[in-house]
């Protein structure tokens, strides 16, 4: 039973990291659309904040799997 919790979690921290990710993908190519000599600045921080995100997700599969 503990097994299926942190899958649970574990799935939950993904999924979550997935919306997250898609988020700032689209507002970053809205901002990219409405201002392309800009497009280097939004890229930049797209990827710090998509980094940012997996790190998160990362640690909350961890801590779902260790919690068993």
Known sequence: ???SIAA???G?????AGIGIGQVG?????GI???PEASNKIQTAMII??????????FGVVVA???K
């Open 26 to 30: 689209g507002k970053a190519m809205e």
């Open 8 to 10: 649970l979690g574990a």
């Open 49 to 58: 904040a998509a980094a940012l995100i997996e790190g998160v997700a990362l």
């Open 12 to 16: 939950l921290a993904v999924i979550g």
């Open 1 to 3: 039973m503990t097994g």
């Open 65 to 67: 799997l260790l919690g």
């Open 33 to 35: 659309a409405r201002q």
